[in-house]
């Protein structure tokens, strides 16, 4: 169980940064995340990180309270590996933008909330990495911290040692004030130096016994005055409890008679779509409460940890330079402490599986794309650092790749249609409910209606959401607010360079209640379609009885068939890249003209891809709503 302070709830709470080397070692680097965490540091500066390449994964120390930055992504080698690693604190309203104003895997540039944080390690008798800082403009608001390897009389009595007359005088040219006690040592051998410098008004540093890691550095902790917070985007409302969900249902049962009565023309459709979804947002947020991403500690760290570190802290206070038997079994016993700690951890939790979902708990790290934040993303030849930038970036790259240029300017020109497809008016409550609700519990859009939310409010709307479907269908009309979107950008799947556009994958968030309406009509279109012969009886997806396994079954006996009567087989492929973010609108219309589908269909499709809009939400931050011009649903796209 992890021993926390108590909060602070009189006055600001100073940004404090932890700062060690920890020499390579992984037991040294578990410990630095836990105390850190322990202490509710707000970054970790970590030089000499462990980190090992195992089955072409690139591993290193993680911890679920901090997310972790690292100047380089991937390595082969101790050649190639990080020097460096910076962990930012979640839950902490600290907005963190990775700069990388040079390549280096000595230095890691980090803009939090308005103040640069600097992780530098410089390696013995090689200059490379002061070479790369004392180019770097200093900007206002700075703090650059790490271990220099290098003696100056202004914070180490005596001689200049490794560059130390070059650090000094490159922090007097810069204004940088030394943060450290004067003659204070940072290492086991009495030498001074592991240093920080900024030229923030009230900061301090102080060598703290009581965050021992077990290397032979001691741990530097920095504070600085108070940063302002960041503006992060408000937590999701959460319902979880019986209790909730109760309450919940009695608040819509309580205004349902505020929905209205009219759905004949699109105002009545906006209107009576608006005070569903305003009922439903009213109700949950009066019944449940605003989701906190409150950081948690690592599940390993115990009580013997805690013990263990105390027994260092008082050995290390007895002989301050570390050096003696005491003090060397005390560093051991840490280690072996920390290390026996994970496994037994990892060895429980794997024999505490039970079920198919504690399978996937356990192995989820396995398939984890990543353990770092995204590194800066390089557009061109333009490099983009802030998150907002990267947000407009990726939506640049990948909804805007097309424009409504190429699309023809009259939709609804005379047409020689031979066949018209029958579609069916009427909209049956009992359709409705399977399109809705009988679906997995998906991501919800930017109103936060869940499909369980729907699920629970049923009885109470149900009506009210089968007269806005049957309305919708009837006059061909898709309610504004269901053409707002949420993109959010992950990354895709394998060994990927993040710093690309095109390793980052649009998702699409729109309203759970919207996307029943759109998965009602996709299915009937797709029913249609096989039935009247619309489609060509090869084409397989997104169409019912015709999946992906239907088809790696004919191709397999294609194969089969053409080897039997020993000839060559061949298969051709091809992927029309970003297919369902270029359907054109007008075109779309014609299309559907020329097939023979009912005028009421047309124009639903007309309005679905009209005045769309979409915010992207990337990491930490959601940019403003902007218009989309191409694009289709992949539900209404296969059909």
């Given at each position: 169980m992890n021993r926390r302070p108590r909060r602070q709830h009189r006055g600001k709470r100073p940004f404090r940064v932890f700062q060690a080397n920890v020499g390579k070692n992984g037991p040294s680097h578990d410990c630095a995340l836990a105390l850190a965490d322990a202490e509710r540091y707000e970054v970790i500066l970590l030089q000499e990180p462990w980190t090992q390449v195992r089955d072409s994964r690139c591993l290193t120390k993680t911890h679920p309270a901090y997310d972790t930055y690292s100047p380089v992504g991937t390595w082969e080698d101790n050649d190639t590996r990080p020097r460096v690693m910076t962990y930012v604190r979640r839950g902490a309203r600290l907005l963190a933008d990775q700069q990388r104003p040079a390549y280096s895997r000595d230095i890691l540039w980090l803009a939090i909330n308005g103040v640069t944080v600097v992780n530098i390690y410089r390696e013995p008798h090689v200059d490379t990495a002061l070479g790369i800082l004392f180019a770097w403009p200093i900007p206002s608001q700075c703090i650059i911290a790490g271990d220099f390897n290098a003696r100056h009389h202004t914070w180490q009595f005596g001689p200049s040692h490794g560059h130390g007359n070059s650090i000094a005088a490159w922090a007097s040219e810069n204004d940088l004030s030394l943060l450290n006690p004067i003659d204070t040592p940072t290492n086991a051998h009495g030498n001074t130096i592991d240093l920080a410098f900024s030229n923030i008004v009230l900061a301090q540093a102080t060598v703290e016994d009581h965050l021992a890691t077990s290397s032979d550095h001691f741990t530097l902790s920095i504070s600085l005055p108070a940063l302002t917070p960041a503006k992060l985007p408000k937590g999701k409302i959460l319902l979880a409890t019986d209790d909730e969900l109760k309450r919940y249902t009695e608040n819509i049962e309580a205004g349902i008679a505020t929905i209205p009565v009219a759905a004949s023309t699109p105002g009545d459709l906006d209107l009576l779509s608006n005070a569903i979804i305003d009922l439903m947002q009213t109700a949950?947020?009066?019944?449940?409460?605003?989701?906190?991403?409150?950081?948690?500690?690592?599940?390993?760290?115990?009580?013997?940890?805690?013990?263990?570190?105390?027994?260092?802290?008082?050995?290390?206070?007895?002989?301050?330079?570390?050096?003696?038997?005491?003090?060397?079994?005390?560093?051991?016993?840490?280690?072996?402490?920390?290390?026996?700690?994970?496994?037994?951890?990892?060895?429980?939790?794997?024999?505490?599986?039970?079920?198919?979902?504690?399978?996937?708990?356990?192995?989820?790290?396995?398939?984890?794309?990543?353990?770092?934040?995204?590194?800066?993303?390089?557009?061109?030849?333009?490099?983009?650092?802030?998150?907002?930038?990267?947000?407009?970036?990726l939506r640049q790259a990948t909804l805007e790749r097309r424009t409504a240029a190429d699309d023809i300017s009259d939709p609804w020109i005379p047409v020689d249609v031979t066949t018209h497809i029958p579609f069916q008016a009427d909209v049956p409550i009992e359709e409705v409910q399977d399109s809705l609700l009988r679906t997995g519990n998906t991501s919800p859009g930017a109103d936060n209606i869940t499909v369980r939310l729907l699920r629970t409010a049923w009885p109470a709307i149900g009506k009210h959401v089968q007269r806005l479907y049957q309305g919708c269908l009837t006059i061909g009309y898709?309610?504004?607010?269901?053409?707002?979107?949420?993109?959010?950008?992950?990354?895709?799947?394998?060994?990927?360079?993040?710093?690309?556009?095109?390793?980052?994958?649009?998702?699409?968030?729109?309203?759970?209640?919207?996307?029943?309406?759109?998965?009602?009509?996709?299915?009937?279109?797709?029913?249609?379609?096989?039935?009247?012969?619309?489609?060509?009886?090869?084409?397989?997806?997104?169409?019912?009885?015709?999946?992906?396994?239907?088809?790696?079954?004919?191709?397999?006996?294609?194969?089969?068939?053409?080897?039997?009567?020993?000839?060559?087989?061949?298969?051709?492929?091809?992927?029309?890249?970003?297919?369902?973010?270029?359907?054109?609108?007008?075109?779309?219309?014609?299309?559907?003209?020329?097939?023979?589908?009912?005028?009421?269909?047309?124009?639903?499709?007309?309005?679905?891809?009209?005045?769309?809009?979409?915010?992207?939400?990337?990491?930490?931050?959601?940019?403003?709503?902007?218009?989309?011009?191409?694009?289709?649903?992949?539900?209404?796209?296969?059909?």
């Amino acid at each position: 169980m992890n021993r926390r302070p108590r909060r602070q709830h009189r006055g600001k709470r100073p940004f404090r940064v932890f700062q060690a080397n920890v020499g390579k070692n992984g037991p040294s680097h578990d410990c630095a995340l836990a105390l850190a965490d322990a202490e509710r540091y707000e970054v970790i500066l970590l030089q000499e990180p462990w980190t090992q390449v195992r089955d072409s994964r690139c591993l290193t120390k993680t911890h679920p309270a901090y997310d972790t930055y690292s100047p380089v992504g991937t390595w082969e080698d101790n050649d190639t590996r990080p020097r460096v690693m910076t962990y930012v604190r979640r839950g902490a309203r600290l907005l963190a933008d990775q700069q990388r104003p040079a390549y280096s895997r000595d230095i890691l540039w980090l803009a939090i909330n308005g103040v640069t944080v600097v992780n530098i390690y410089r390696e013995p008798h090689v200059d490379t990495a002061l070479g790369i800082l004392f180019a770097w403009p200093i900007p206002s608001q700075c703090i650059i911290a790490g271990d220099f390897n290098a003696r100056h009389h202004t914070w180490q009595f005596g001689p200049s040692h490794g560059h130390g007359n070059s650090i000094a005088a490159w922090a007097s040219e810069n204004d940088l004030s030394l943060l450290n006690p004067i003659d204070t040592p940072t290492n086991a051998h009495g030498n001074t130096i592991d240093l920080a410098f900024s030229n923030i008004v009230l900061a301090q540093a102080t060598v703290e016994d009581h965050l021992a890691t077990s290397s032979d550095h001691f741990t530097l902790s920095i504070s600085l005055p108070a940063l302002t917070p960041a503006k992060l985007p408000k937590g999701k409302i959460l319902l979880a409890t019986d209790d909730e969900l109760k309450r919940y249902t009695e608040n819509i049962e309580a205004g349902i008679a505020t929905i209205p009565v009219a759905a004949s023309t699109p105002g009545d459709l906006d209107l009576l779509s608006n005070a569903i979804i305003d009922l439903m947002q009213t109700a949950a947020r009066a019944a449940g409460r605003q989701s906190q991403r409150q950081p948690t500690g690592a599940p390993w760290w115990n009580e013997e940890c805690i013990a263990a570190v105390a027994e260092l802290r008082c050995v290390r206070r007895a002989f301050p330079l570390g050096f003696n038997y005491e003090v060397q079994t005390a560093r051991r016993e840490l280690r072996v402490v920390v290390r026996r700690a994970k496994r037994a951890y990892w060895r429980n939790l794997i024999n505490g599986v039970q079920e198919g979902k504690d399978i996937f708990k356990v192995t989820r790290w396995l398939t984890s794309s990543g353990v770092f934040r995204p590194p800066p993303l390089q557009v061109g030849e333009t490099i983009v650092e802030t998150q907002t930038g990267k947000a407009e970036a990726l939506r640049q790259a990948t909804l805007e790749r097309r424009t409504a240029a190429d699309d023809i300017s009259d939709p609804w020109i005379p047409v020689d249609v031979t066949t018209h497809i029958p579609f069916q008016a009427d909209v049956p409550i009992e359709e409705v409910q399977d399109s809705l609700l009988r679906t997995g519990n998906t991501s919800p859009g930017a109103d936060n209606i869940t499909v369980r939310l729907l699920r629970t409010a049923w009885p109470a709307i149900g009506k009210h959401v089968q007269r806005l479907y049957q309305g919708c269908l009837t006059i061909g009309y898709h309610p504004r607010r269901f053409k707002e979107a949420e993109v959010v950008m992950i990354e895709k799947p394998g060994k990927r360079d993040l710093s690309k556009p095109r390793a980052w994958r649009p998702i699409s968030l729109l309203s759970c209640l919207g996307k029943g309406l759109e998965r009602f009509i996709a299915r009937r279109l797709a029913w249609a379609s096989i039935h009247y012969g619309v489609l060509q009886p090869q084409q397989i997806g997104a169409l019912p009885k015709r999946s992906a396994v239907d088809l790696v079954a004919a191709l397999i006996h294609d194969i089969e068939v053409a080897l039997s009567r020993g000839m060559v087989a061949t298969l051709v492929t091809m992927d029309v890249q970003g297919a369902f973010d270029t359907v054109m609108r007008n075109r779309l219309i014609l299309r559907l003209r020329q097939q023979g589908w009912p005028l009421n269909l047309v124009k639903w499709a007309a309005s679905f891809m009209q005045a769309r809009s979409a915010a992207v939400r990337f990491q930490d931050i959601t940019t403003p709503p902007s218009p989309l011009e191409c694009g289709l649903a992949i539900c209404l796209f296969d059909n």
